[in-house]
């Protein structure tokens, strides 16, 4: 593996999150129009600012084969340089983090979308698994999610307490943070009582997946003085790596992609011991098992204390590190993007823009994003409110 | 003002061809009721289900190795949730590492009351010894075979 040197700093200098309340009032692609112009305006910028545009887009999701085509338009795409991964929402962060690091382009639009409009999600998601061996299967990203959640508890015993309290947490920051969105079960007992969906997974447990867009403004050092940018979240470290396509190849309670990504990140961000290093941070917790694994994977906090940091309020609001103060996906779960909503919600604390649930004193965030079936995707993001490391030997981590 | 929506479906049908090896494969399951995998000669692994070419080390596989039909069960989930095109839940499913081989291949868990979950998955326990049962009537589908516990 060669390293890619960086030329320059990258910064978040735009954020913008939406979730419709009424999704008929826009089609998909006036939608996204709208949360692009919503992250254009809250960097100060104009389309004609912008060099590049990078979109994460699903199109077993959207109904679009090659969905960007349709959404060119939406994000000023027409006669500008514009590209798609559909692998991951925060692969699009990712991939236009690096352009802009690279030297290639100054700016750069990330947007992510993820709509409610297919008839069945979980059908949709089906599309995911191999066409030869599995897709007979009831395996969708929820069913991927209960068979990680089942090898978790069975090689760490006992840490379903651990679970349903991180359901609570985060519910109970959601309902701060974005109080008209909050409507999930909040209370222990109710939790601890809900109706299997997919063992060990129960209906209170997961939250059902909702309408969201994200669109992010990444600019580099010398474009945010030259502009006078306020606030940018700097992006210290970034990794990013994959696991083994076939579930049954992988170890499920275990992520050697986390641990690539996360060593990836931390080493260009000159990270030492994470456990102090930030101040707050945002996870992926599609399921509270989720969050679980990326305590472990992050190095905040080892398997055999889980059940222990819980009960402690460590990663709760007032803790020594907050973890999801938006709520997560247990609160607001658009399956797609809720990754990149992750490093959205934690570039805007940096930033002060975070509302409700903005924190004084930050001085370095955490971000973790995974996507695909158990959490086939890791992304790590180190930013904070210095340049420091920046984005340099930017190269996917290898698990 | 009236918000309308355009409904559509799409009943578009795929023919993936499954070449030579997944083929192989699903006709000893359909005429021999036999389970195999394949050995990646860089690492030694046998692969289940089987493929041409190991994804760890981009060798191709040269050897096919009988596997099962007894294993252990490496995670299950148990679904609760009606999936249009499946039966009616519930349905216990998930990987098992049948014997002689490093890969495990999800399939069904039947002869199990799903009735109460908890109980259920004290039953399908992570470790736990299966079987592999075949359907009388194979086609050359993943749904010729199925899992159950060992001691029935």
């Known amino acids: 593996m060669r390293d890619l040197p960086g030329k320059t700093h990258v910064a978040v200098v735009g954020c913008a999150m939406h979730a419709p309340r009424d999704a008929k009032q826009r089609s998909l692609e006036e939608a996204i129009y709208?949360?692009?112009?919503?992250?254009?305006?809250?960097?100060?910028?104009?389309?004609?600012?912008?060099?590049?545009?990078?979109?994460?887009?699903?199109?077993?999701?959207?109904?679009?084969?090659?969905s960007v085509m349709m959404a060119s338009g939406s994000v000023g795409g027409v006669g500008r340089d514009i590209l798609s991964t559909p692998s991951a929402a925060e692969h699009a962060f990712v991939l236009g983090a690096l352009r802009v690091s690279a030297g290639q382009f100054r700016t750069?639009?990330?947007?992510?979308?993820?709509?409610?409009?297919?008839?069945?999600?979980?059908?949709?998601?089906r599309l995911g698994t191999d066409p030869y061996f599995h897709r007979a299967l009831?395996?969708?990203?929820?069913?991927?999610?209960?068979?990680?959640?089942?090898?978790?508890?069975s090689a760490?015993?006992?840490?379903?307490?651990?679970?349903?309290?991180?359901?609570?947490?985060?519910?109970?920051?959601?309902?701060?943070?974005?109080?008209?969105?909050?409507?999930?079960?909040?209370?222990?007992?109710?939790?601890?009582?809900?109706?299997?969906?997919?063992?060990?997974?129960?209906?209170?447990?997961?939250?059902?997946?909702?309408?969201?867009?994200?669109?992010?403004?990444?600019?580099?050092?010398e474009f945010v003085k030259e502009r006078s940018l306020p606030a940018p979240a700097w992006i210290q470290g970034l990794g990013w790596a994959t696991e083994a396509g076939l579930l049954g190849d992988r170890q499920l309670a275990a992520l050697a992609s986390l641990a690539a990504a996360t060593e990836q990140a931390y080493q260009q961000a000159g990270i030492k011991n994470p456990t102090t290093a930030f101040q707050l941070a945002e996870v992926a917790?599609?399921?509270?098992?989720?969050?679980?694994?990326?305590?472990?994977?992050?190095?905040?906090?080892?398997?055999?204390?889980?059940?222990?940091?819980?009960?402690?309020?460590?990663?709760?609001?007032?803790?020594?590190?907050?973890?999801?103060?938006s709520g997560g996906a247990l609160s607001f779960n658009p399956v797609y993007c809720a990754g990149l909503m992750r490093i959205a919600e934690a570039a805007n604390q940096l930033r002060g823009r975070a509302g409700h649930h903005q924190t004084a004193k930050l001085e370095r965030v955490l971000a973790h994003a995974a996507s695909g079936f158990a959490m086939q995707y890791n992304t790590v993001v180190v930013m904070g409110r210095d340049p420091v490391a920046g984005t340099h030997s930017c190269v996917g981590a290898r698990p | 003002m009236e918000l309308l929506t355009r409904k559509e479906?799409?009943?578009i049908a795929y023919e993936h061809a499954l070449g030579e090896t997944a083929s192989w494969f699903y006709v000893?399951?359909?005429?021999?009721?036999?389970?195999?995998?394949?050995?990646?000669?860089?690492?030694?692994?046998?692969?289940?289900?089987?493929?041409?070419?190991?994804?760890?080390?981009?060798?191709?596989?040269?050897?096919?190795?009988?596997?099962?039909?007894?294993?252990?069960?490496?995670?299950?989930?148990?679904?609760?949730?009606?999936?249009?095109t499946l039966p009616p839940p519930p349905y216990a499913f998930g990987y098992v590492l049948l014997d002689r081989a490093d890969t495990a291949i999800g399939g069904f868990f039947?002869?199990?009351?799903?009735?109460?979950?908890?109980?259920?998955?004290?039953?399908?326990?992570?470790?736990?010894r299966v079987n592999t049962r075949f359907a009388e009537k194979r086609t050359g589908d993943i749904l010729d075979f199925w899992f159950e516990l060992e001691s029935k």
């Open chain 2, 110 to 128: 039947r002869g199990i009351d799903l009735s109460d979950p908890a109980q259920a998955a004290q039953t399908l326990k992570v470790g736990v």
């Open chain 1, 34 to 66: 709208a949360v692009a112009r919503a992250a254009l305006l809250d960097a100060g910028l104009a389309i004609d600012d912008i060099d590049g545009i990078v979109v994460g887009a699903n199109d077993q999701l959207d109904g679009r084969a090659i």
């Open chain 2, 9 to 11: 479906s799409w009943n």
């Open chain 1, 138 to 153: 009831p395996l969708d990203e929820l069913s991927a999610a209960g068979l990680q959640a089942t090898a978790l508890e």
């Open chain 1, 285 to 325: 917790d599609a399921t509270p098992y989720q969050e679980l694994l990326a305590y472990e994977g992050l190095g905040l906090c080892a398997r055999q204390e889980w059940l222990r940091a819980c009960e402690s309020g460590r990663f709760e609001r007032g803790g020594t590190l907050p973890v999801n103060l």
């Open chain 2, 28 to 84: 000893q399951i359909r005429d021999h009721a036999k389970l195999y995998g394949r050995r990646d000669p860089k690492s030694g692994r046998v692969l289940v289900p089987p493929r041409s070419f190991s994804d760890q080390t981009l060798e191709p596989t040269t050897e096919w190795v009988e596997v099962g039909p007894a294993g252990r069960i490496e995670t299950f989930t148990i679904v609760y949730e009606q999936f249009k």
């Open chain 1, 156 to 221: 760490v015993p006992d840490i379903r307490q651990a679970a349903i309290s991180i359901v609570v947490k985060n519910r109970n920051n959601g309902a701060i943070a974005y109080p008209d969105r909050a409507a999930a079960p909040r209370e222990t007992a109710w939790i601890a009582s809900g109706k299997p969906l997919r063992w060990p997974l129960t209906d209170t447990m997961v939250t059902p997946p909702a309408y969201g867009l994200v669109a992010l403004v990444l600019a580099d050092a």
């Open chain 1, 108 to 125: 750069q639009l990330v947007v992510s979308w993820s709509p409610t409009e297919v008839s069945s999600i979980p059908e949709a998601l």
